[in-house]
């Protein structure tokens, strides 16, 4: 169990870049477009929310990496 | 446990869930009437206020709740459980009972949406800080082994509370017609909420601070500052952390999904007539209710994760074929009209505003050969079109019974994730930063990720139109649920144990 740990501790690090940078080009993309017509507004709350949420899940990725749920 | 002790835990879990009860009803309300709302405060064509309604519906009330966890946590782990979850509901009552008394925004202009923006704030607080409060509460009442049972109780609030809002709501809409509650009536369940929080306080300021604070505080082993405890140090943050993606993320996008995205799907979705729709809720929330406290009482006895996990396994598993039969129930397009029965029925009566006027209200009916109908009703006043087409399919006895059954499977998947939570996360943390480390996962879990959930599913939804297929794909919101669904299970079950009856 504590190898699977680390190695999804790597996953989680991985899975939350991947889903800011989802986030913050499909933000730019659409806002940029002027569609659909509330972009300005979803995408600046949805990235004021969950971009810390997955900075926090980053760091639990990497406390799984450093083994502290073990 | 003696007979004096079983007595007071009853005591203690009703004042608990009583107020709690209340509070979700108040958060409720609001989300049912918006509709109504938006056209009593907010200007239809100004787009500055526009920006502040979608903000209003779609933000406010959710995304401060994690804020009011921690604003009211802290307060509960230095000052006590007792008082904050008093003030949370008075703050919440007040509030809700304001927002019965703003004018119109024809009567006072922008003044109206901003004070409704900041009652909804406070609700969002308050909700933040109450449900940390009970659940803390009655656990450190409750003895280790029946815990999760005991808790159980606080969770079917949230549930009871919207079906509360709903029978208010459908009763007071019924006994005053349409116009008059479009009128004036809607203030009345807002209004009704001051009579249900001061029974609420009057029950609880006769309540004893909890018994494990109590003596914590007496011995001078509270926490001076309970939010630098609780984030600043590695040992709790990583729980924090825990409970959030390997719980309280997975319990919220379930929860939403089974109470209200199921809701909003049958009624936009698929065009279910809305008194219907809240006949379909009240008959699953009523039939599913009982199980929250089954499996609070099962968590008891095997434990709490398996029950959670099993929740969300069977909602990432089962949703697409759940959904796709809700919505192939109302699809027209696989029914044949029955052109016989077609109907036009047309009334008129003098106007209630104004008698001088005549509103004629049209009724079309296309009935199709399983029974089910579809009504379109449009009023004229003096001969002109007069405000909007409402047109909705009503479901065959068949139809509506089975639609029940669809959103009590659901239900049953909430009440398995919902039912042992609170235990769970009262169990993971020390009681001098109990109230502060649950309540900021469980509103993150469940303000955030669950309450954004209708408004993102929406999103993957109108993201799914594309050329060659205008109309979209309409399960293409319950890809965001199960993949956070999916990946909190991954991690609920590397990395949880299934502790129970924890001293």
């Not at chain 2, 319990?251 to 219907?276: L, P, R």
């Not at chain 2, 029974?371 to 087409?389: A, C, I, M, Y």
């Amino acid at each position: 169990m504590s190898a699977i740990r680390k190695v999804l501790g790597v996953v989680w690090i991985l899975f939350s870049i991947l889903t800011a940078y989802y986030i913050v080009s499909t933000a730019i993309r659409e806002i940029s477009a002027g569609t659909p017509a509330d972009a300005a507004i979803f995408w600046p709350i949805i990235i004021l929310i969950f971009l810390p949420i997955l900075l926090g899940f980053a760091l639990f990725g990497y406390y799984s990496l450093k083994e502290e749920y073990n | 446990m003696t007979k004096e002790k079983q007595t007071g835990i009853w005591t203690v879990i009703t004042s608990s869930s009583v107020g709690t009860l209340i509070e979700w009803y108040d958060f409720y309300i609001f989300g049912s009437l918006a509709t109504i709302l938006s056209v009593k405060f907010f200007p239809q064509d100004n787009p500055t206020i526009a920006f502040l309604n979608t903000l209003l519906t779609f933000a406010a009330g959710f995304i401060v709740r994690p804020f009011g966890a921690l604003v009211f946590g802290r307060l509960g782990d230095i000052v006590g459980r007792k008082y904050t979850f008093l003030v949370t509901l008075i703050l919440m009552g007040g509030s809700t009972f304001l927002i019965g008394l703003i004018p119109s925004y024809e009567t006072i202009g922008y003044a109206a949406p901003l004070l409704v923006l900041l009652m909804r704030l406070i609700q969002g607080l308050a909700l933040g800080g109450e449900y940390g409060g009970a659940a803390t509460y009655v656990a450190e009442h409750s003895p280790s082994n029946k815990r999760g049972f005991y808790t159980s109780w606080i969770q079917t609030t949230a549930t009871l509370g919207l079906f509360v809002s709903l029978v208010v709501i459908l009763v007071t809409r019924t006994t005053m017609g349409e116009e008059l509650f479009r009128d004036w009536g809607w203030r009345v369940p807002f209004l009704l909420s001051s009579i249900l929080v001061g029974v609420s306080i009057f029950i609880r300021l006769r309540m004893h601070e909890s018994p494990i604070f109590a003596k914590l505080k007496k011995e001078g082993k509270t926490s001076s500052n309970p939010l630098k405890e609780s984030f600043g140090k590695k040992e709790n943050l990583k729980m924090v952390l825990l409970a959030l993606f390997g719980a309280a993320m997975g319990q919220g996008v379930i929860w939403y999904t089974g109470q209200f995205y199921a809701m909003s799907f049958i009624q936009k979705t698929c065009n279910i007539d809305h008194v219907q729709v809240n006949y379909i809720i009240v008959f699953a929330l009523l039939m599913g209710t009982p199980f929250f406290v089954f499996f609070g009482w099962l968590s008891d006895k095997i434990g709490r994760k398996w029950i959670m996990l099993t929740g969300m396994l069977l909602g990432v598993l089962f949703y697409r074929p759940i959904y796709t039969a809700m919505f192939n129930l109302a699809d027209l397009e696989k029914k044949t009209e029955v052109t016989g029965l077609y109907n036009i029925e047309r009334e008129t009566s003098a106007w209630e505003t104004d008698p001088a006027k005549q509103i004629a209200t049209i009724t079309i009916a296309r009935t199709y050969s399983d029974s089910t109908v579809v009504k379109e009703v449009r009023r004229e006043l003096d001969g002109k079109p007069f405000g909007d087409t409402v047109k909705g399919t009503i479901l065959s006895n068949s139809g509506f019974w089975m639609m029940v059954l669809l959103i009590f499977i659901q239900v049953i998947f909430v009440t398995m994730v919902y039912g042992p939570i609170a235990a769970f996360l009262v169990e993971l943390f020390p009681t001098r930063i109990r109230y502060t480390s649950m309540s900021l996962p469980y509103h993150i879990g469940n303000g955030i990720f669950g309450g954004l959930t209708p408004a993102i599913a929406t999103r993957f939804f109108e993201d799914s139109k594309t050329v060659a297929n205008p109309s979209g794909d309409p399960l293409a919101g319950l890809t965001y649920v199960i993949i956070v669904a999916a990946v909190c299970f991954v991690i609920g079950a590397v990395y949880l144990k299934n502790s129970y009856n924890n001293e």
